[in-house]
């Protein structure tokens, strides 16, 4: 699969809640991913598809999420851009018990037909 392909999958399948089957079929065995911010509850920067699962199911297992929206992709080159957009309520934090909306982009570069690194970018706080 090319970039936009990789794209519109991975699009596909978040659209219908498959998030784990997006990181089992179209994530590099040494994948990294890259959060905004630093967190003390998991790093900033993990390596290797069994640590992208990891996080995801932090996620999963610490915030009801009531709306997830997926926009994109929007590619350029070996990359492409995808929006999030999520109506959630965390479980632990300082938001806990709170129903927020938050908007998040994740920056995807692929090689060889897999994801190799995905960024995401967020604003926390406001």
Same mark, same amino acid.
């Given at each position: 699969?090319? &970039? +936009?392909?990789?794209?519109?999958?991975?699009?596909? +399948?978040?659209?219908?809640?498959?998030? +784990?089957?997006? #990181?089992?079929?179209?994530?590099?065995?040494? *994948?990294?991913?890259?959060?905004? *911010?630093?967190?003390?509850?998991?790093? =900033?920067?993990?390596? %290797?598809?069994?640590?992208?699962?990891?996080? $995801?199911?932090?996620?999963?297992?610490?915030?009801? *999420?009531?709306?997830? =929206?997926?926009?994109?992709?929007?590619?350029?080159?070996?990359?492409?851009?995808?929006? $999030?957009? !999520? /109506?959630? &309520?965390?479980?632990?934090?300082?938001?806990?018990? =709170?129903?927020?909306?938050?908007? /998040?982009? %994740?920056? !995807? &570069?692929?090689?060889? %037909?897999? #994801?190799?690194? /995905? /960024?995401?970018?967020? =604003?926390? %706080?406001?």
């Amino acid at each position: 699969m090319n &970039t +936009l392909e990789i794209g519109k999958k991975l699009v596909d +399948l978040c659209s219908n809640g498959k998030d +784990l089957e997006a #990181i089992e079929t179209l994530d590099s065995p040494s *994948v990294v991913s890259v959060e905004a *911010v630093a967190d003390p509850r998991f790093p =900033q920067s993990v390596e %290797g598809i069994d640590a992208i699962k990891g996080k $995801f199911e932090w996620w999963t297992h610490n915030h009801d *999420v009531h709306r997830a =929206q997926v926009r994109g992709p929007f590619p350029h080159g070996d990359r492409f851009i995808v929006f $999030f957009n !999520y /109506e959630i &309520t965390p479980k632990d934090g300082p938001m806990k018990g =709170q129903r927020i909306q938050m908007d /998040e982009a %994740g920056l !995807y &570069t692929v090689i060889n %037909g897999k #994801i190799v690194k /995905e /960024e995401f970018f967020y =604003q926390l %706080g406001s």
